[in-house]
């Protein structure tokens, strides 16, 4: 059981760089695995990137050495760095937190979106 708002989206140059923020609701965020996915109009949402409760991370190749996703538990809240950004990353970007139960048998829980525009 969590809610997740996501935050720092908008309009940004090719080339440039944002920083999305997902705020988790409840005291246990340590214990969800969060990540972030995308989802450009007419396309299917595609993962972006994750973090595990242990802090080990993963990218799709779309994005690996661009963006850096990380979480602070203390504030319960995920981050996802965007840098040297391109128009084919404009998306609605989404958070996603994965509730595991054993191996891959989780419950998923999403926030709203955040717009992400980069124009060339």
């Known amino acids: 059981q969590v809610q997740l708002v996501e935050s720092g989206g908008g309009l940004v140059q090719a080339g440039g760089s944002l920083r999305l923020s997902c705020a988790a609701s409840?005291?246990?965020?340590?214990?969800?695995?969060m990540g972030w996915f995308r989802q450009a109009p007419g396309k299917e949402r595609e993962f972006v990137a994750s973090?595990?409760?242990?802090?080990?991370?993963n990218y799709s190749d779309s994005v690996k050495g661009r963006f850096t996703i990380s979480r602070d538990n203390a504030k319960n809240t995920v981050y996802l760095r965007m840098n040297s950004l391109k128009p084919e990353d404009t998306a609605v970007y989404y958070c996603?937190?994965?509730?595991?139960?054993?191996?891959?048998?989780?419950?998923?829980?999403w926030g709203q979106g955040t717009q992400v525009t980069v124009s060339s």
């Open positions: 996603n937190a994965a509730h595991y139960y054993s191996g891959d048998d989780h419950d998923d829980y």
């Open positions: 409840g005291r246990t965020f340590s214990s969800y695995g």
């Open positions: 973090i595990t409760r242990g802090g080990s991370t």
